[in-house]
């Protein structure tokens, strides 16, 4: 009950905010060229956006490099244009030419459409100065978390941009089609930002307090259109594709498998706010192979999804539950790991529809289903997997959301019959309440989660609580979770299982007159995780606590975008299980183990704004019963605008007591990545990883011959790092494991 009004009371006491004046929006039925010229006299009398306010490297004045903004719409298309001024002469920075870029220390303008006007999802399309072109979509208020933008979703719109001497223009063609909006609105909510990487200024045009995101919701401003809109016309996409692949499996000794493909997606508008999305044979070998990381964790590693099938609404699905105990994650579906190479790899899938959407301002909905093939190789039968699930939002900016997912088997074996396997089932139902106020100084989720498997019942559940609070000066955060020990979300992610944790975290700010820093301060934080966490007060002991770690810290951002971060740690370590610490196959520490070390944890980013800069983390001390030395990293020159030379990298020495093995872990990762043109894109990713005994290759040429419609070919290479013995073969370093090229063909067509 104390919870409960806690959070009534959080969810209530929000500050009235004034509301800006808005941008007025006016129809036009003057044909406009996309060519970054203001030739058509629609814009002269177009209302403007200006008076830009600084966002950083402070938000009490307004930008040194101004912004001008106009709009206007017809029939079929939203238009923008925007002139950039600047502050004098001046060079431009851009990541390269590949589209979909990001990052703090480029030049660009990007427009959020929150066209529900939920503060809480929004579209977004921006350019820089080269005409690049970047579309993504905003979830959970853009609060703070990397994956509130995702630059995955893809859709059809045009832009034109120009440099000129004393400033750079741009123009955008945004078609209605590409957005999901409700008829009848006589506004949306809408900001515009710009990144102006000579001042290293960032500026809005709707105020946000800098102690929030850059691409906050919850300070838009009306975009008033002359007249509601009506409801967009017929929106159907078909993407079909072709795709040919040549496999050669050198470790299981069989010839060349040739293979060819066809399949289709379709996107389909049921209504003005709800997608359809089917698919029926998809292929995703488009999408880039996951970068290789040294695991020297007890517990599975998380990577984001990245096809385009699932990202739309994505978060209605993949937020419930909260940090490593997701019900719902996407990557279980069509996925499989190689067992010879540790890759993740593509597993068949026969067809699927996902509906997702709104059905008015304050309900979400969303429904998957999809049929996956059977992987011999890997021993999977044939599986469905179906989710439903609707968020219902409350008060100013906060919702509730509940959960179903079903995963049932087809086939009682590999080989089998194509029968339902009544007793091969698994499904999870949960409740999620999502809290965010008015003036987004308070953010939270509180959820409880159960999972069903045949006879499994006892102790099933997964529950938590996140709440933090955000001012000028002050960042506090709580985290409390309590994961049963038989909770098994199968289509899900759980890093562990059968633990209580509480997790609060406590920074305060200093922002100093500075031409070097721009703000800086400590920070205090503990993570205690125990199945039974008690205190014996008598002799300073926890009792049942497996893990904990404690943080002095101290972080620092800089007028130039420089960041540095510093915690002196201490952590422990109880083993409820063998763990081998390299993670190699050697000697196990023993279970009912215990370990207390003390280590240094930190992390230096550089001004990115350079053309060769860089980022460096290191993680060394203590380290179980011995001692770790840990950097990690990435290097990186950018040949400005056609290509960028990468090198990541990751170093651990490891040095354990006999008879435990030493070890010295390495993982290089250099990385070509040239942009011919604004449609032409080669990259190529070499993976060096000593710890697995494996070297991957994989080359992906990409051309856009017209919007969302591409041609790719990938190369994908694996070897022998080392001499090994694997199953009585002995196997020779740069020996081939496995080898295969794609060549894959998509047309994104409209009707």
Known sequence: MRLFILIVFVSCSVICQAQLPGLHINKTDEKITIDAEMNEAVWKDAEVADKFKQFFPFDSSFA????????TYDDNNIYVFAIMHNTGPRKYVTPSLRRDFR?????????????????????????????????????????????????????????????????????????????????????????????????????????????????SLAFMRPLVWDKPLSKPGENITIIPYLAARSNKNYLEGKPVDNAASIGVDAKVAIGPGLNLDLTVNPDFSQVEVDQQVTNLDRFEIFFPERRQFFLENADLFSDFGGEGARPFFSRRIGVTRDQSTGQNIENP??????????????????????????????????????????????????????????????????GGDFLIAPQKYNRVVGLDYNLASKDNK??????????????????????????????????????????????????GFVRRKNYIRLAPTIWYNFYPKSKLINSHGPGFDFDIIGNKVYFD??????????????????????????QFTMRLRQEYVYLFSSFDPT??????????TEYINNLVVANFTSDA??????????????????????????????????AVLSLNFS????????????????????????????????????????????????????????????????????????????????????????????????YWLNL
């Open 64 to 71: 040194k490099a101004q912004t001008e903004v106009r709009m």
């Open 103 to 215: 990052g703090e220390a480029n030049d660009s303008f990007v427009v959020q459409f929150d066209t529900f006007k939920d503060n809480t999802n929004s579209f977004q399309f921006g350019t820089n100065p080269f005409g690049v072109q970047r579309e993504g979509l905003v979830s959970n208020g853009g609060s703070g978390a990397q994956s509130d933008l995702s630059l995955n979703w893809d859709n059809v719109w045009y832009s034109e941009a120009k440099m000129l001497d004393d400033r750079w223009v741009c123009e955008f063609s945004i078609p209605f089609r590409s957005l999901r909006y409700k008829d009848g609105l006589s506004s949306w909510n809408i900001n515009f930002y710009r990144i102006d990487s000579h001042n290293a200024e960032r500026s809005t045009w709707s105020p946000i307090p800098r102690n929030f995101p850059l691409i």
């Open 349 to 414: 899938i026969y067809f699927g529809a996902r509906l997702s959407g709104k059905i008015n301002n304050n309900l979400r909905v969303g429904l998957l289903s999809m049929q996956a093939g059977q992987d011999k190789g890997n021993g999977l039968p044939s599986t469905n997997y179906t989710v439903a699930t609707f968020q219902h939002k409350i008060f100013a900016r906060s919702n509730i959301g509940v959960i179903f997912i079903n995963k049932q088997a087809f086939q009682d074996s590999v």
């Open 442 to 491: 308070w953010n939270g989720k509180f959820y409880y989660h159960r999972s069903f498997t045949n006879g499994q019942s006892d102790s099933t559940f997964a529950m938590g609580a996140r709440l933090a609070y955000n001012t000028f000066k002050w960042d506090i955060s709580a985290t409390a979770m309590n994961i049963g020990a038989n909770y098994n979300p199968e289509v």
């Open 537 to 562: 007060l008598k002799k300073i002991r926890l009792f049942g606590v497996t893990d904990y770690d404690f943080n002095f810290m101290y972080r620092v951002r800089f007028q130039n975008t420089a």
């Open 583 to 592: 993670n190699t196959g050697s000697e196990k520490l023993q279970i009912g």
């Open 609 to 642: 704004r350079k053309r060769l800069f860089f980022d460096i983390a290191t993680r060394s001390g203590e380290y179980f019963n011995g001692h770790r030395l840990n950097l990690v990293g990435s290097v990186n020159y950018r040949a400005q605008p056609y």
């Open 651 to 746: 170093y651990n020495k490891i040095n354990l007591p006999a008879p435990y093995k030493s070890a010295e872990l390495v993982l290089i990762g250099p990385r070509f990545d040239f942009t011919f043109s604004r449609s032409l894109f080669w990259t190529t990713f070499v993976q060096y990883n000593n710890q697995i005994n494996n070297i991957n290759i994989n080359s992906r040429l990409q051309w856009r011959f017209r919007p969302v419609s591409d041609l790719f070919i990938s190369y994908t290479d694996n070897y022998f790092a080392s001499d090994e013995l694997r199953e009585g073969v002995q196997y020779q370093s740069f020996q081939p494991k496995l080898r295969a090229i794609v060549v894959k063909f998509t």
